[in-house]
């Protein structure tokens, strides 16, 4: 978070709420989103009620804030696939699709974003306020990935359509670990994906 340029109260005011939603995301891990109550993220952040309502006065406003802390840091990574010496293009954009499943999906800050999507299924008053943020997010990282990436089939639609897929297999992934023993097993498959999905991208040249 930078508040550098900022003044001091408004500094201290983001600062609060950094802490703030990342006490709610520590929760939303541990105890699930029904579970997950302004009072538990207070004594989490180590504040009052009133002190946490006074930046996020309802349960659905602090929802939203997590979901854009959440979706913030992979449209913060840089995007532009560049080529490397020594790596063919297959390898590199393998690089990259396995690690938006180590450092972003396989995480528990994403299963704290999975517990929210799960969540506004049914509960319209979350559903409201988050749509437009996943919406946006979603729109901005399908313009990221046609800048970056190619489709070796000359298509550009495919770009978008195979990186869809890929987020789509990836989010199962993460509820499809209940049903398995063996913790290697979703790396497996992961690695599997790749191995298929790799060869029909290549970085976009700059």
């Known amino acids: 978070m930078d508040v550098q340029g900022l003044g001091k109260q408004e500094a201290k005011s983001l600062k609060a709420k950094d802490a703030i939603c990342r006490a709610a995301i520590s929760c939303l891990v541990e105890f699930g989103y029904a579970e997950t109550s302004i009072t538990r993220v207070a004594e989490r952040a180590d ?9 996020f006065p309802t349960k659905e406003e602090l929802i939203a804030a997590v979901v854009e802390t959440l979706l913030a840091r992979p449209l913060a990574r ?13 390898e590199i954009i393998a690089a990259r699709l396995r690690s938006g499943w180590t450092d972003f999906v396989n995480t528990g800050s994403y299963r704290a974003l999975l517990e929210i999507l799960i969540a506004a299924r049914t509960d319209a008053g ?40 890929h987020r ?26 790749i191995s298929i999905v790799a060869p029909m991208l290549r970085p976009r040249r700059l």
């Open 47 to 55: 504040l009052s009620k009133g002190a946490l309502q006074h930046h």
């Open 78 to 90: 840089a995007h532009t696939v560049r080529p490397e010496a020594g790596r063919t293009d297959t």
């Open 126 to 165: 979350l559903r409201n306020r988050i749509d437009l943020i996943l919406q946006t997010w979603n729109r901005a990282h399908d313009a990221q990935t046609r800048e970056s990436y190619e489709a070796e089939s000359g298509n550009d639609d495919d770009v978008e359509l195979l990186m869809v897929m």
């Open 168 to 193: 789509a297999l990836l989010r199962g992934l993460v509820i499809q670990d209940r049903y398995v023993s063996d913790p290697r097993y979703n790396t497996r498959v992961v690695e599997r994906w």
